[in-house]
């Protein structure tokens, strides 16, 4: 099914007339188990052409069949080809990237079962996406970056130590530049409230990386006493206006 077919499927299902809304869901229904359907209605997800609604709708859809097809149980009809997965990977963080808030969140949600799932033995390539996002100087970019780095400290958050070992690579690999761009979000005078957005991502990654256990990156102390310091910095800044 392409992408065009797809548009008016969620134009109907967003119908107010009963009927054509029910058969709108019924054809993303049937849609769901068709090869190569996540790819396209991700395609709908980014067109920035298309109606708001129309993408907002494409966008629960998707978390919705990928929650469920990501990894599916036996026996479970709705299941992704290796293809498509692959092209969800390589393509999520751009996604949300280029998507406005309210899809943004959707996308955030299906970023997390992703790395749940697939991180590190099916998505080893994923600390090099996040860190080619962060030097961009694109606000959407970096907060792309800095979701997928905030779920996947979450992922080890209350891991026991032996489970824990691949926090390791992602702080040495990540957090060097992350403390650099901490620390250059500081000095911005900027008192808008996606910039306070990106620093508390970058709060709640050093929380959950540090909860249980402070990894050996850390533990140097002039690194130690920089993250101290930005810190101190962020507590000293005023609160943003909603």
Not at 118 to 126: C, E, G
């Amino acid at each position: 099914m392409d992408a065009n077919t797809l548009v008016q499927i969620f134009g109907a299902s967003l119908s107010p007339e009963p009927q054509t809304r029910k058969a709108g869901e019924e054809h993303l229904q049937q849609a769901q188990v068709l090869p190569g359907h996540l790819v396209t209605v991700l395609q709908v997800i980014v067109a920035p052409q298309l109606d708001l609604a129309i993408r907002q709708a494409a966008s629960i859809h998707f978390k919705q069949i990928l929650s469920k097809g990501w990894e599916p149980k036996e026996g479970d009809l709705l299941q992704f080809s290796k293809e498509d997965k692959e092209m969800v990977r390589s393509n999520l963080l751009e996604s949300i990237a280029q998507s406005p808030p309210l899809i943004r969140s959707q996308l955030s949600e299906t970023l997390k079962v992703v790395i749940y799932n697939d991180y590190p033995h099916a998505w080893p390539d994923l600390i090099l996406l996040i860190v080619q996002n962060y030097s961009s100087q694109e606000q959407p970019r970096l907060y792309g970056a800095l979701t997928a780095l905030r779920i996947l400290s979450n992922k080890y958050e209350f891991k026991d130590e032996d489970e824990r070992q691949p926090i390791q690579e992602v702080v040495n690999l990540t957090f060097p530049a992350l403390l650099q761009i901490f620390q250059h979000l500081l000095k911005m005078e900027s008192a808008a409230v996606e910039l306070a957005d990106l620093m508390k991502l970058i709060c709640k990654t050093f929380w959950s990386t540090t909860y249980l256990d402070i990894p050996q990156h850390l533990l140097q102390p002039p690194v130690f006493m920089a993250w101290m310091a930005a810190f101190e910095e962020l507590g000293l800044k005023p609160v943003p206006l909603e």
